[in-house]
């Protein structure tokens, strides 16, 4: 596996417990993509102590998005420094409008536009599931069961509105992601052949 270059932009684009991250990180071993995930960012933000790390802790431990601007030019930093010549993967982001419309006109200017959006789809009962399961595995303090709802109602809320906006200027594509984490990425990848 992996070493084939695909000079393309994605967004991949899901719930909370979807995938993404799972997927995202297939797609950068298999095509050299720059995963970029403003959660990871964020977390290690916080495991570093930095200040931006302690302004967003309150907001990630609720569940609550991180103000749109501070996100915004956490990306724009990534994006800059991170290989031109690569294609990247998006991996939660953009998440609000405002995100969105920030996203179009940056990648405009660096002359590096969106070619698809996949959006991994998977039923409510199936995320919260998934979500409980990690909170046994993983420590992250967002995987208690009040968050996992507070988190869910900002993806319908703030965050699904975001695919109308996108669907007028880049391919919206869903895939079943309620399947195997293999049959999952079968699946992505052939999109993408
Ligand atoms: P998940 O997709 O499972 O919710 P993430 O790791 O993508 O997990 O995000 C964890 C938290 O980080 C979010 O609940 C939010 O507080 C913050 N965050 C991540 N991405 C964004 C974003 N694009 N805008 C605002 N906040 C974000």
New binding site residues.
Partial sequence: MGGVALRRNLVLF?????G??TQAELLRERYELDHI????M??QHLSQGTELGQM?SG??A???????E??VNM?RHRLEEGRADAGFVL??????VA?ARALQELLTNLDRPLDIVLVLDVPVSALKAR?TLRAGQEQRQ?DRPEVIEE?LR??RERTEPVLEYLAGDVPVLHIDGSSSIEEVGRELLSLLQ
Avoid: E, H, N
């Fill in positions: 899901g719930p909370p417990g979807s993404k991250g995930a403003p959660g990871d964020l977390r967003a907001y990630m609720a569940g609550k998005l991180v103000p749109d501070v996100i990306i991996d939660g982001f953009p998440r609000t995100q979500l967002d988190r900002v993806y």
